[in-house]
């Protein structure tokens, strides 16, 4: 069992930057991948971003990809997205979601997908103005 709390949203405007922060607890992190997803008022929820326990490997939105950056510290249990340079379209609920894997280097088959990830927090709203 894994519970999620995230933490950082807030209003920003566009060009600026963010950090958001996933704490968890219950057990360890030691066999999860860890990934970020968004989702604004009328349409699914999307992939942002993943990260597997080691911390090497990485995977991205095409949306977000060199502007967004997924990271953790597995001493605290905590995630970090960092986002920079947001836009507009970035506004949205983002949660945090752990999906179990079987090595520390693993990543999900199907990371892009909600279902691989069966732990999720309850969201922080960002909200980006022009």
């Known amino acids: 069992q894994v519970q999620l709390v995230e933490a950082g949203g807030g209003l920003v405007q566009a060009g600026g930057s963010l950090r958001l922060s996933c704490t968890a607890s219950?057990?360890?992190?030691?066999?999860?991948?860890m990934g970020w997803f968004r989702q604004a008022p009328g349409k699914e929820r999307e992939f942002v971003a993943v990260i597997n326990w080691a911390g090497g490997g990485t995977l991205y939105a095409t949306s977000v990809k060199g502007r967004f950056t997924i990271s953790r510290d597995n001493g605290k249990d905590i995630v970090f997205l960092q986002m920079d340079s947001l836009k507009p379209e970035d506004t949205a609920v983002y949660y945090c979601?752990?999906?179990?894997?079987?090595?520390?280097?693993?990543?999900?088959?199907?990371?892009?997908?909600?279902?691989?990830?069966?732990?999720w927090g309850q969201g922080t709203q960002v909200a980006v103005s022009s």
């Open positions: 979601a752990a999906a179990q894997v079987g090595g520390l280097h693993s990543l999900p088959y199907r990371h892009e997908d909600p279902h691989e990830y069966a732990y």
């Open positions: 219950g057990r360890t992190f030691s066999r999860y991948a």
